[in-house]
């Protein structure tokens, strides 16, 4: 895909989205092919990258409208923030849109990964992040019924389980351990990002641990490639 029609039909597509105003809605797919002279498969290709870089947003059912660019949320991956501080830093404005608090029981991967019989009482928090009227971070975290209550969660909480537990100071959280990777939006993730199923995400799954070596929090985060930059600081050999 890196040859010449290639790039010639990002390039029509970048002149395209660049003259149109935020929200707008592209011409169907099948009508924008056509206009551009390429397959559908090709345009689909053209279209993920934009999408990866924030400049069109896909709507299943809907269509494609071009976004409004917003300043990127930026992290180094050796530190743990929320999306909260992170946008807070350079004034993006964020809020907390769907939200769900479900009491479950541990399963066979969950009492592994938190050390907690099966059958054990757990709290999963699901919520969607947004910016503007955009939704741009889907996070699922799971805690022991002991770590965190829903009753903590009916007043005041506005996304973050972590800037949650480090108000309240207990227990002491020290370090959390993240595989990172690229995946395809599955259909629940896709509804509530408002992308396309298979669209590319950054997924995150972590463990949150506390001053005790015990696992607090069992997390999957979904972001939406456009709106974040990770970047890990590595040292040259042994200095």
């Not at 974040?228 to 200095?239: A, K, L, Q, S, Y």
């Given at each position: 895909?890196?040859?010449?029609?290639?790039?010639?039909?990002?390039?029509?597509?970048?002149?395209?989205?660049?003259?149109?105003?935020?929200?707008?809605?592209?011409?169907?797919?099948?009508?924008?092919?056509?206009?551009?002279?390429?397959?559908?498969?090709?345009?689909?290709?053209?279209?993920?990258?934009?999408?990866?870089?924030?400049?069109?947003?896909?709507?299943?059912?809907?269509?494609?409208?071009?976004?409004?660019?917003?300043?990127?949320?930026?992290?180094?991956?050796?530190?743990?923030?929320?999306?909260?501080?992170?946008?807070?830093?350079?004034?993006?404005?964020?809020?907390?849109?769907?939200?769900?608090?479900?009491?479950?029981?541990?399963?066979?991967?969950?009492?592994?990964?938190?050390?907690?019989?099966?059958?054990?009482?757990?709290?999963?928090?699901?919520?969607?992040?947004?910016?503007?009227?955009?939704?741009?971070?889907?996070?699922?975290?799971?805690?022991?019924?002991?770590?965190?209550?829903?009753?903590e969660?009916?007043?005041?909480?506005?996304?973050s389980?972590?800037?949650?537990?480090?108000?309240?100071?207990?227990?002491?959280?020290?370090?959390?351990?993240?595989?990172?990777?690229?995946?395809?939006?599955?259909?629940?993730?896709?509804?509530?990002?408002?992308?396309?199923?298979?669209?590319v995400?950054?997924?995150?799954v972590?463990?949150?641990?506390?001053?005790?070596?015990?696992?607090?929090?069992?997390?999957?985060?979904?972001?939406?490639?456009?709106y974040?930059?990770?970047?890990?600081?590595?040292?040259?050999?042994?200095?």
């Open positions: 895909m890196a040859n010449s029609p290639f790039r010639r039909l990002q390039a029509d597509l970048a002149q395209l989205i660049a003259s149109l105003p935020p929200e707008s809605r592209l011409p169907s797919e099948p009508e924008l092919a056509r206009r551009l002279g390429v397959s559908r498969a090709t345009l689909r290709e053209a279209m993920r990258s934009f999408e990866g870089q924030g400049m069109i947003r896909r709507r299943q059912g809907v269509g494609t409208f071009v976004v409004a660019q917003v300043p990127v949320l930026e992290s180094g991956l050796e530190a743990l923030e929320s999306i909260e501080t992170l946008a807070q830093r350079i004034g993006l404005p964020v809020k907390m849109g769907e939200f769900q608090v479900q009491q479950t029981v541990a399963g066979e991967t969950e009492a592994a990964v938190l050390n907690v019989p099966v059958g054990a009482s757990l709290i999963q928090v699901t919520r969607v992040i947004f910016t503007d009227s955009r939704p741009i971070a889907c996070l699922v975290d799971t805690l022991p019924a002991d770590i965190l209550s829903v009753r969660l009916e007043t005041g909480f506005t996304g389980v972590l800037d949650l537990l480090l108000r309240r100071g207990k227990p002491k959280l020290t370090h959390s351990r993240s595989e990172v990777r690229a995946i395809g939006a599955t259909p629940e993730v896709a509804r509530s990002l408002q992308v396309q199923r298979d669209d995400l950054l997924h995150f972590a463990q949150l641990f506390a001053d005790d070596g015990r696992v607090v929090d069992y997390s999957f985060s979904y972001f939406l490639p456009g974040f930059r990770f970047h890990v600081v590595r040292r040259v050999g042994g200095t």
